[in-house]
């Protein structure tokens, strides 16, 4: 595929070494196995807008890669396509393959532009299956998926899930979770937001609560870590 040539052109190596460990893909760590070229995000969204009109099955392939850039150009692309068109089989592939959207960037990067922005006006029962999923990156995506409602207004489902994932073991929801409601103070309602970790501060964990006051007063943080 012209494409991944494309890529393997504009691989380097120095960066490659920074972006695997930055990526924890050592043995046991949260992205094992994952294969970087060292292409940074600005070159690989120009690559994404080259091939804009890929098709599916060639979409399919990048995602099925073990080299990170693969897939997450793949994602620019599907973000591309399912923006231009809103259709629902952009939606239908992406759940078929959130067990290949498996590192936190590829989550944030598409999460609430596909799945999020389709639901905006549907029911979001998908949300809370992806909330109770084994799968750490599917448990990403149903917490970053939730943006695309905070951006237009809305909280309620952003809170659900965060309660619903307030005892989960893994640093990168803890870090999530406390970003959306971060998000949800500083967009939608404060007041709402400030009540939820009121009500969870004792239960909730140090990471996810220092994410959810980042910008509050020093007062307020004082008050909530206390």
Excluded: C
Excluded at 4 to 20: E, F, G, H, R, Y
Excluded at 151 to 177: C, F, P, Q, T, W
Aim: net charge positive.
């Amino acid at each position: 595929m012209q494409l991944t040539k494309d890529l393997k052109d504009l691989a380097n190596p120095k960066k490659k070494k920074i972006l695997q460990r930055f990526f924890k893909t050592g043995k046991g760590e949260y992205g094992e196995g994952d294969i970087f070229l060292g292409v940074m995000v600005p070159e690989q969204r120009k690559i994404a807008k080259k091939y804009k009109d890929l098709p599916l099955k060639d979409i399919q392939s990048l995602l099925n890669s073990k080299i990170h850039e693969h897939r997450l150009v793949a994602l620019f692309i599907l973000v591309g396509q399912y923006s231009k068109s809103k259709d629902k089989k952009y939606v239908d592939f992406y759940l078929k393959n959130t067990k290949r959207v498996n590192n936190w960037d590829l989550v944030d990067l598409s999460a609430h532009k596909i799945l999020g922005d389709y639901l905006l006006d549907k029911k979001r029962d998908i949300l809370y299956m992806l909330a109770r999923s084994k799968n750490l990156w599917e448990r990403r995506i149903s917490i970053l998926s939730t943006f695309a409602f905070i951006n237009n207004g809305e909280y309620r489902d952003s809170l659900r899930i965060a309660e619903m994932l307030l005892h989960d073991k893994h640093d990168l929801i803890h870090k999530a979770v406390g970003w959306m409601l971060r998000e949800v103070a500083k967009r939608v309602n404060k007041s709402k937001a400030k009540a939820f970790l009121v009500k969870h501060k004792k239960d909730m964990p140090r990471t996810m609560l220092r994410y959810a006051i980042e910008r509050y007063p020093e007062k307020e943080r004082k008050m909530l870590m206390s």
